[in-house]
């Protein structure tokens, strides 16, 4: 345990599994009191276990990303049992079926950007919200190597999502560092997490799969990322504003 995030509240949407999980244990592992929110009670209940197995303090509250008065009450409900919001990291997300536009089901395309664009956007509107009005605060989004900086054919819609939140992270910074809120995203790319892995595929298949279209040769280590996230998060990023730190080994220069 260290103290980088000693007397802070943390929210992480999407720590049910993958890097929202990983996060969530990190941030409590520098001290921080973690809230861990998404649509899964059981996964979530399973992050919150393994953050107290290690001596951290967490707890969870069910949450429907797309559903403003969801998200409004989860704010709203991690400052009254804590009294602070100090951090956020924004994770939640969805890849969506792969299909050639012309191909693609509206209602697909749809889901896919209410989740990762229109979410993303209404846990910014009320994270935001509390945290100018009490001191500022540090928000970190989950962007994608695919969107703004990667194009690959077949998702469209998640790459349209994700460009679009690389996009918003910035503007939403520069709108509120007056209010003493820093905004960043990182921009993955395939990472050892369940969302990289193919129904059925194993670890092996996954590289094989994948690693040849990294110049690095495979894909990133979960806590590439989340040292990535932990530091636009922390005092020692406080000059960074506005950032899509891209970590992908190389697929996307």
Do not use: C
């Amino acid at each position: 345990m260290t103290s980088r995030f000693h007397q802070r509240v943390v929210l992480v949407i999407g720590a049910g599994s993958g890097i929202g999980r990983a996060t969530a244990l990190a941030f409590a592992r520098e001290g921080a009191t973690v809230v861990a929110a998404g649509r899964d009670k059981d996964r979530l209940a399973g992050t919150v276990e393994q953050i107290r197995l290690v001596g951290g303090t967490a707890d969870h509250f069910v949450t429907d990303l797309t559903r403003e008065e969801q998200v409004e009450e989860l704010v709203a409900n991690v400052v009254r049992r804590h009294g602070a919001l100090h951090v956020a990291h924004n994770n939640a997300g969805t890849f969506g079926p792969a299909a050639p536009v012309a191909d693609m089901d509206p209602d697909e395309w749809r889901r896919t950007l209410e989740t990762n664009l229109t979410g993303t956007f209404l846990a910014l509107k009320y994270e935001v919200s509390h945290m100018r009005e009490h001191g500022g605060g540090a928000i970190v989004n989950t962007s994608s190597n695919i969107g703004a900086h990667l194009r690959l054919p077949h998702l469209a819609a998640y790459a349209a999502s994700k460009a679009g939140l690389s996009t918003l992270t910035r503007v939403a910074a520069r709108d509120h560092i007056a209010d003493g809120v820093r905004i960043n995203a990182v921009s993955p790319g395939p990472v050892d997490a369940p969302m990289s892995r193919q129904p059925g595929e194993s670890d092996e298949e996954r590289t094989a799969r994948l690693g040849p279209s990294i110049p690095l040769g495979r894909i990133a280590f979960l806590n590439e990322v989340v040292s990535a996230v932990l530091w636009l998060a922390s005092d020692d990023a406080g000059f960074t504003v506005g950032s899509d730190l891209v970590i992908d080994g190389g697929a996307s220069a």
